[in-house]
């Protein structure tokens, strides 16, 4: 049962700390996406990648968040500092992205950040 | 700015009712309009897809309708039972690209 898989799935800081969010996405897959999930703010793109290397990194703030791909099995959010206004979901997608009309995205499920 | 609106904000329906979600849109580069399902403390799963090209598609009792000339879709539950209870969110792709812009999502609730 191929599925995406975050760690850790609940995280409590507190703000200045830096918080690391980790994805592996199912094996094969050669997009990876970064959203954060509020309530005021519903689903934000964050960061996206294919095959590895950043296709869209623009909805992220720049001066903290930082999205890289160290592996193809590994995708990781850090932020640094962080702030109350982090809080907030993040979920990390992938999908297989192939010359054909494929763009289904396969969501985890999330991390619950709350920085205090 | 929103790039798909969608509407209501929240539904509630009878069980073996019919439940309507409404997305709309205004950039005419959008190709691909898919629906996503999520339940509490879980990630959004696929629910149906569509393309420009057609007006409808259907999988079991979710359907999805599309305007192209209206800049408008919608999601169609038929016999809407309570495990379709969750937050729905429609979403639209620009061609050539891989990401989706989300609407800000519908709670359904069926009640039996």
């Known amino acids: 049962d191929a599925r995406v898989t975050q760690t850790p799935r609940h995280k409590v800081t507190e703000m200045g700390q830096e918080v690391t969010m980790r994805c592996q996405p199912i094996?094969?897959?050669?997009?990876v996406f970064w959203y954060r999930q509020t309530m005021m703010q519903g689903l934000e793109l964050l960061a996206y990648?294919?095959?590895?290397?950043?296709?869209?990194d623009s909805g992220m703030p720049k001066d903290r968040f930082s999205a890289e791909m160290p592996d193809a099995t590994l995708a990781t959010l850090k932020i640094q500092p962080s702030e109350p206004r982090d809080s907030a979901v993040y979920f990390c997608?992938?999908?297989?992205?192939?010359?054909?009309?494929?763009?289904?995205?396969?969501f985890g499920p999330g991390t619950r950040l709350t920085v205090t | 700015q929103q790039q798909v609106k969608q509407s209501p904000q929240s539904l509630i329906v009878q069980k073996g009712g019919i439940s309507i979600i409404n997305c709309a849109y205004e950039?005419?580069?959008?190709?691909?309009f898919p629906w996503y399902q999520q339940f509490p403390g879980k990630g959004p799963a696929l629910l149906i897809a569509?393309?420009?090209?057609?007006s409808e598609k259907k999988e079991g009792r979710f359907t999805i309708s599309f305007n192209k000339s209206a800049k408008q879709f919608s999601l169609h539950i038929m016999d809407s039972q309570p495990g379709d209870s969750a937050t729905y969110f429609c979403?639209?792709?620009?061609?050539?690209?891989?990401?989706?812009?989300f609407g800000t999502g519908t709670r359904l609730t069926v009640i039996p």
């Open positions: 979403a639209a792709k620009k061609t050539g690209a891989n990401n989706l812009f």
């Open positions: 094996l094969g897959h050669n997009t």
């Open positions: 997608a992938s999908g297989l992205r192939t010359s054909g009309f494929s763009y289904e995205q396969y």
């Open positions: 990648f294919r095959n590895r290397a950043p296709l869209d």
């Open positions: 569509i393309r420009p090209d057609v």
């Open positions: 950039n005419t580069a959008f190709d691909y």
